[in-house]
């Protein structure tokens, strides 16, 4: 449906078709009204917002894994697995898929972009194979540990230009012979984009990489020297694992090979489809330069987003003070300054490690390098970029608590002060409000560690110097509250648990970005 720079019509009608009627209607019919009242000056040309064009598409009813199984290891599927030759391609990009199957099985490929359709999650792309699969060396553990695959490609793949930004699943399954049954697991790629957009979506995908513990429990966190230290390098070139935090956070086998998108940032990507707001998506290394997120209006970064390159924090500094809204719906965000460098193959930011604390001079950060460095970087403050700071300690389970009800965040809403979102804060947070003119706590309260063990955060908003904000949500488990798409399972942590949708978080997210796209 086209329409004219300014029109929101096909988001008006894409709304009106697409979302149930129901408790939500209300917050729906928010999201339409605001965007009928607001022109968009970034947009360039008279095309829709391409986020409700796809949207409409027919939506795959069969794109989760069905059959999927972990080693005596309790990670990795040697059955079938596969990576990527980099975290983020383009339109006309070439992208190499490295599969191993042991035994060696012919197998498919489907790909898939996830997104709303129609309540579905993914739309199927294209469709590979049968392709022949064969045993693919485990490699030997290198210099600090350093567990990288020199795999021989098993597709390349030319991005096509019709490829709308996103992340994309790619869905392996071996084909059986004889009375076997078949296997599963999947690959991961995010495609960017480089048009002028209302949001753009960070994967946190270096701590994806960071906890992955393919093939057998190899980690930033499992060095023998100890966990918190710089001594362990990890590479992309590997497949992912099982959630590596399976045992006490996400317990779903059915993630295998896609990082934590599914369980901690995909409910976040399938509301913002479901609503038709115009989302472009990069991966953490996208973020080296702030030119991308220069071209938004809204950044946001989701989820559990640890590990960040010093040029990461520069980056979104600068978008901060030209105007860019920050929205943090996260948590332990900006905790470890992660260095990128090359593969052994030379493809860039392929390899990361544990460069050093962020904080600045802070207690906390001369007290980290103190007991697990020396390291070689010191990072900023990050409370000072995003409202609030890494504590210690910094995981737990607890109720997300409003402490100022007038504040605009929470318009139409309801709420009063003390009301709580069930379970919304964990497994990690932010606390320690920044001194920062004009800063202000909206919702604060006590997360328990081991269930027992009281930690105080706080949720934070402060203005920007441009007319812009910075919103500090202090949880990992935001998204939760938004929505519960296919594919998604609840995590909990530290006896704690979030409720799933909550209509006035996803009120509060309409409240938000209101004022970021406005």
Not at 191 to 199: C, G, M, S, T, W
Not at 280 to 291: E, G, R, V
Not at 326 to 350: D, E, H, K, M, Y
């Amino acid at each position: 449906m086209p329409e004219t720079p300014n029109s929101s019509f096909p988001r008006r009608e894409f709304l009106k078709s697409a979302v149930a009627a129901g408790p939500l209607s209300s917050v729906v019919g928010t999201v339409a009204q605001a965007a009928d009242s607001q022109s968009d000056p970034l947009q360039t040309s008279s095309a829709a917002n391409p986020i409700v064009v796809e949207n409409q598409k027919e939506g795959s009813h069969n794109w989760q894994l069905t059959r999927v199984r972990v080693d005596g290891s309790g990670f990795r599927c040697p059955w079938i697995e596969g990576y990527c030759s980099r975290q983020s391609v383009q339109a006309g990009d070439e992208l190499d898929i490295f599969v191993s199957t042991d035994p060696a099985r012919r197998f498919h490929l489907e790909i898939f972009r996830m997104g709303y359709y129609g309540g579905r999650g993914a739309r199927l792309m294209q469709t590979f194979g049968p392709l022949q699969g064969t045993v693919q060396p485990t490699p030997s553990p290198g210099e600090k540990n350093l567990h990288e695959c020199k795999w021989e490609p098993s597709l390349r793949l030319t991005i096509p230009n019709d490829w709308v930004s996103g992340v994309y699943l790619g869905r392996l399954t071996t084909i059986p012979e004889g009375q076997e049954s078949y296997w599963q697991s999947y690959v991961v790629f995010v495609v960017r984009d480089d048009r002028p957009a209302e949001i753009l979506f960070q994967c946190s995908d270096n701590t994806w990489q960071a906890y992955n513990v393919w093939p057998s429990n190899y980690s930033v966190y499992t060095h023998p020297r100890g966990g918190q230290g710089p001594w362990a390098d990890v590479s992309f070139d590997r497949p992912y694992a099982r959630e590596a935090q399976h045992q006490g956070v996400v317990n779903d086998p059915l993630t295998v090979g896609s990082g934590e998108f599914l369980p901690f940032e995909f409910p976040l990507a399938f509301w913002l489809e479901q609503h038709g707001y115009d989302v472009a998506y990069c991966s953490n290394s996208d973020m080296l330069t702030p030119d991308r997120g220069l071209k938004c209006k809204a950044f946001i970064s989701v989820g559990h987003d640890e590990y960040w390159d010093l040029q990461q924090f520069q980056s979104v500094v600068k978008m901060r003070d030209a105007g860019v809204n920050l929205l943090f719906l996260s948590a332990n965000s900006i905790c470890w300054v992660t260095p990128f460098r090359a593969g052994s193959q030379g493809t860039p930011n392929r390899i990361i490690y544990r460069g050093g604390p962020y904080g600045g001079e802070n207690a906390y950060a001369v007290q980290r390098n103190q007991e697990h460095g020396p390291f070689e970087h010191r990072g900023p403050d990050e409370g000072l970029l995003m409202g609030a700071r890494n504590v210690e300690p910094v995981n737990g389970g607890g109720d997300w608590i409003i402490t100022q009800p007038d504040h605009w965040i929470f318009e139409k809403t309801g709420v009063r002060a003390g009301d709580n979102i069930p379970g919304l804060v964990g497994w990690e947070y932010h606390g320690d409000p920044a001194q920062i003119p004009g800063l202000e706590v909206v919702a604060a309260g006590t997360a328990w560690q081991g269930g027992v063990n009281p930690q105080q955060w706080t949720a934070t908003i402060y203005p920007g110097p441009r007319g812009n904000y910075v919103f500090n949500a202090a949880t990992i488990f935001w998204a939760q509250a938004l929505s519960s798409p296919p594919g998604h399972v609840l995590p909990w942590s530290h006896w704690s648990r979030p409720h799933g949708p909550d209509q006035r978080v996803q009120q509060m997210m309409v409240n938000l970005l209101n004022r970021a796209l406005r």
